[in-house]
């Protein structure tokens, strides 16, 4: 039953900012502020490289300062080009295209997983051409996709696979980290994830050390440092700050308790929902899934409400703020200048119609989950009565 209303926010904060980042942080400052101080050379950097590389095993880890740059420098070092394919998901945050757009590439979509609402490999197997360079799929909410299928796929066509882990620091397929598969993996600190840099931040794993150097030398101007520094590549100046590092350390060191609160949520929430039939909960909330995001579905084909309805309905009657994960990425204004193939992707049409996330966090009270939960059976109640 619901009880007083409260408001129930989607917080801007993902995971937990404590004492020991505070003073991770300003450490670094205060050291800096003092005579002869600075903010290089980067010790942090390694420190933090070698921790992520080995958490996410891959034997390589590249700090940089976005997702989104983690994506634009693979591309790069793909040398992708005017004339050349990208396969993606449709249901993504935009720059998982975008920054294969901005090359010249054409944007290919393909088809995603009804209940994992992850890219497959057999609908980006069909889409293949000879000119298609690189496959993006997206660990999507932290529950990783067919890591065999896509690297299977790889192996037949020769096609690299770069992973898409913005969600998705700390997941596991079958038992294991996921930054070792592909060609490379790219993860976000942005600050609404399980682990944060100060706002911004993300970094490329990979256990290919040729790319893996490709990629560090372009984050930083093309430099090799040494005695004698060399220009050796066109690059530009995708780093993380010192403070960011030295914050990225601690984040990083909390990171599975983060993901274990999450899960604890969600997976209760899961249980709460069973009763309600007219949502569906996220698929395969388990051990391996970082729980970035806790995504339902309103089921266009068995309610005669929309997903608006039911978020305004959540929003203005009980004060809970949900957000939507995302819309198609071709409905963006800027795929109007595009070039892109989107086909047919029904079930792709049909999830970003239908997605929105709860606002389930490492924070979320437990008393909140049942107030959410009665949120949704009575705005689904109200507007059943309204004919929504």
């Not at 940089?64 to 070092?77: E, I």
């Not at 990629?215 to 090799?224: E, L, N, Q, V």
Request: with cysteine; proline share 6%.
């Amino acid at each position: 039953m619901l009880t007083t209303r409260r408001t129930i926010p989607f917080l801007a904060l993902g995971g937990l900012f404590e004492k020991d980042d505070i003073e991770a942080a300003a450490g670094v400052i205060g050291r800096a502020a003092e005579a002869g101080g600075n903010f290089f050379p980067l010790p942090e950097e390694k420190q933090f490289e070698e921790a992520f590389a080995a958490s996410e095993g891959a034997s390589r880890a590249v700090a940089v300062n976005s997702c989104g740059t983690a994506l634009d420098l693979c591309m790069h070092a793909l040398g992708i080009a005017p004339g050349d394919e990208v396969i993606v998901p449709p249901l993504t945050f935009i720059c998982t295209a975008t920054c294969a757009a901005a090359l010249g590439a054409t944007i290919i979509f393909a088809d995603i997983d009804s209940a994992t609402l992850n890219l497959t490999p057999e609908s980006a197997a069909t889409r293949l051409t000879p000119r298609t360079k690189a496959i993006v799929p997206v660990h999507f909410a932290g529950l990783p996709c067919d890591l065999e299928g896509f690297d299977d796929l790889s192996r037949r066509t020769g096609v690299p696979v770069i992973y898409d882990a913005a969600h998705a620091a700390g997941a596991r397929y079958s038992g294991r980290p996921i930054g070792g598969a592909g060609r490379a993996s790219c993860y976000s600190f942005q600050s609404n994830k399980n682990m944060t840099t100060l706002g911004e931040g993300g970094a490329v794993t990979s256990s290919d050390p040729d790319f893996a150097e490709t990629i560090r030398r372009k984050k930083s101007f093309g430099f090799i440092y040494g005695a004698e520094p060399r220009v050796v590549t066109v690059g530009f100046n995708y780093r993380l700050t010192k403070p960011q590092l030295a914050v990225g350390i601690t984040q990083l060191a909390k990171l599975s308790r983060v993901i274990a609160l999450r899960r604890e949520r969600f997976e209760r929430m899961c249980n709460l929902l069973a009763e309600v039939d007219e949502i569906v909960p996220p698929a395969g909330i388990g051990p391996g899934h970082a729980c970035h995001l806790f995504v339902i579905r309103v089921d266009s084909l068995r309610n005669s409400f929309s997903r608006e309805a039911l978020r305004a309905e959540l929003q203005n009657e009980y004060g809970v703020q949900t957000v939507i994960h995302y819309p198609a990425v071709w409905s963006w204004e800027v795929f109007g200048q595009i070039a892109h193939d989107r086909r047919d992707c029904p079930v792709a049409e049909s999830a970003c119609r239908e997605v929105f996330s709860l606002p389930l966090f490492a924070t979320t009270p437990l008393e909140d989950l049942d107030y959410i939960r009665d949120a949704l059976k009575k705005s689904i109640w109200r507007l059943k009565r309204k004919g929504s």
